[in-house]
């Protein structure tokens, strides 16, 4: 786990009335991907439905497999691990340093390659 990974988890997210440590958050495993795990820093019912943001684990050997969002756009930012990444069947390295723009009813996907993957992941309109 690099720096920025281990700072985003073990750190708090600050609002005007609370703060809320990262690391009493679950990791919720993915709805619909085995392996991937997700922690919900910022959830709609804090911004009125119109952002969400989460901390996302890939396991090593599994991916967030192709999808789209119909009603969602999406910013992704890359955060440590290296994977392989596609959207709209274009394919790149996910390493540090990179981030995805994923238009609504885009398909896109992420799996990790050696090692674990992490991901934080914006939503417009909140996701949850």
Known sequence: ??????????????Y???????????WHPHPSFTGVFLKHLVKGDTSDGKFSCHLIRVKDGFEIGEHVHDDKMEFINILG????????????????????????KIKH????????????????PALL
């Open 16 to 26: 005007i009335d609370q703060d809320l440590a990262v690391t009493e958050l679950e």
């Open 109 to 124: 996907r992420i799996a990790a390659g050696s090692g674990d993957v992490y991901l934080l992941a914006k939503f417009i």
């Open 81 to 104: 691990g290296v994977g392989q990444g596609e959207i709209a069947g274009k394919k790149f390295v996910c390493e540090l340093g990179v981030s995805m723009v994923v238009p609504e």
């Open 1 to 14: 786990m690099n720096e920025t990974v281990k700072g985003l988890s073990e750190g708090k997210v600050v």
